[in-house]
């Protein structure tokens, strides 16, 4: 069974509209890390945020947010005011002991001028 | 400057003629890993390891080897490979405590 699951396999949205990738995970670890990367057209990963089990609190980072929520095992990803530099495919991942990691099968994302 | 280095970064091989992809990473990591990118599969983990001497199967560790016999390299040994093996790879490591990963600029090959 796939343990992380990104169901929007593209999204399209004209620039300065928000976009919310979603991401829900499954484990039966108390304690796991979720994450999520970036992979620009140049191909490169590019981490974006850490958040472990225990930390709940929704965080923001300028027009990057991200709403972690265990009762429904999600970790979305809003991006708001899109630029066409936001344009990417952008992977979820869970790590529960630290050791394995998954990734989900990522979003692309294309924002359009 | 802190990075993981991944060589050759494009390859095209044929099937059955061993090769290996290197990675180094200059943080004193002690953990590594490789991962696959394949279209709608995303990356899933082939090997990872946790210190020198110590490597342990990720999800599709079927046709690869590596070995951990320094901290800072990791390499990744294809000894026979087949068509199925083309892919997008990806080197990481990741500090204590961080748990973050810190991923190489990939490495396409091509097995003919």
């Known amino acids: 069974a796939q343990k992380v699951t990104q169901a929007q396999t593209e999204i399209s949205v004209v620039e300065k509209e928000d976009v919310t990738l979603d991401c829900v995970y499954e484990t039966r670890d108390t304690t796991y890390y979720l994450f999520w990367y970036k992979q620009p057209p140049s191909g490169e990963l590019v981490f974006l945020i850490r958040?472990?089990?225990?930390?709940?609190q929704n965080e923001i980072s300028g027009r990057y947010s991200w709403n972690f929520q265990k009762s429904t095992s999600s970790f979305n990803f809003t991006i708001t005011a899109s630029q066409v530099v936001d344009s990417a495919v952008y992977f979820c991942?869970?790590?529960?002991?630290?050791?394995?990691?998954?990734f989900g099968t990522g979003t692309s994302l294309t924002v359009i001028p | 400057e802190a990075q993981v280095t991944q060589n050759p970064r494009y390859l095209i091989t044929v099937t059955g003629k061993k090769l290996t992809v290197t990675c180094s990473q200059n943080m004193n990591h002690e953990y590594m890993s490789w991962y696959r990118q394949d279209p709608g599969l995303g990356l899933r983990q082939i090997y990872y390891s946790m210190n020198v001497e110590v490597t342990d199967k990720g999800d599709v560790p079927e046709g690869y080897k590596v070995s951990r016999k320094e901290k800072r390299n990791f390499p990744l040994i294809l000894e026979s490979p087949s068509p199925n093996q083309t892919s997008l790879y990806f080197c990481?490591?990741?500090?204590?405590?961080?748990?973050?990963?810190?991923f190489g600029a990939g490495s396409r090959l091509t097995v003919l």
């Open positions: 990481a490591s990741m500090g204590d405590g961080a748990n973050v990963l810190t």
């Open positions: 958040r472990n089990s225990f930390d709940e």
């Open positions: 991942a869970l790590s529960e002991a630290g050791n394995q990691f998954y």
